[in-house]
């Protein structure tokens, strides 16, 4: 089955930087990848996502590239800010049926500090 | 259009004791999926359902026993609580785009 790896585990910047994280998969069919933020306490909800036949996506402050020979995607936030504080999973699928499912990467904690 | 519901929010069973967890979804999709949330985890799959009257298991569905009876509605029961199910679960629905959207969590404690 599929595995996802996601690093770093915990990521710290400062208002206005920007931050990166990581996620590497295993299984070269896979071909749907979106991104959630958890704030705490709160529910995981979907930001942003790519497929297979798009090198990137941008939405705002916040893009995800996807590099298909290397099997890894990685989500890029812009000039952060402190409600970017939050919880960030990537996830990986091959979806081709209603019998496809996600998985997930163990996540990375954004510490944005003002 | 509440999306995706939950309950209860929260808890506490003894071990041994039997539960149920029920998600609603008024958004007619067909694809519905319950995960358990712990520390340093991530997200994992305990089982789902492709449409009404159909389940299937997830990567952790030992202990755990689903039902769709009703497109909107999906039930996860635990018949006999043990510790090891202390947990935050979460329920989701998938729409035609294959996004995932999430229910409020429930909080579970098996003392």
């Known amino acids: 089955g599929e595995n996802v790896e996601q690093h770093p585990s915990t990521l710290s910047v400062q208002e206005g930087d920007s931050a990166v994280i990581k996620c590497t998969y295993s299984d070269s069919a896979s071909n749907y990848f979106p991104w959630y933020k958890q704030e705490l306490g709160k529910r995981p909800q979907l930001i942003i996502d790519?497929?297979?036949?798009?090198g990137e996506k941008k939405d705002q402050r916040i893009a995800v590239t996807l590099n298909k020979t290397a099997k890894h995607f990685s989500l890029h936030i812009t000039e952060t800010q402190p409600e970017d504080s939050a919880v960030y999973f990537c996830a990986a699928s091959l979806m081709t049926s209603g019998y496809s499912t996600l998985t997930f990467g163990k996540g990375t904690m954004l510490l944005v500090s003002p | 259009n509440a999306g995706v519901t939950q309950t209860p929010k929260f808890r506490v069973l003894k071990t041994g004791q039997s539960m149920t967890l029920l998600c609603a979804q008024d958004m007619n999709h067909e694809y519905m999926y319950w995960y358990r949330q712990d520390p340093g985890m991530g997200l994992r799959l305990i089982h789902y359902?492709?449409?009404?009257?159909?389940?299937a298991k997830g990567e952790v569905p030992d202990g755990y026993n689903v039902s769709r009876l009703k497109k909107q509605n999906f039930l996860l029961g635990l018949e006999s609580a043990a510790p090891s199910q202390t947990s935050v679960y979460f329920c989701?629905?998938?729409?035609?785009?294959?996004?995932?959207?999430f229910g409020p969590g429930t909080r579970l404690t098996v003392t």
């Open positions: 989701a629905s998938r729409n035609h785009l294959d996004e995932q959207y």
């Open positions: 790519i497929r297979s036949n798009v």
């Open positions: 359902s492709v449409g009404e009257g159909t389940t």
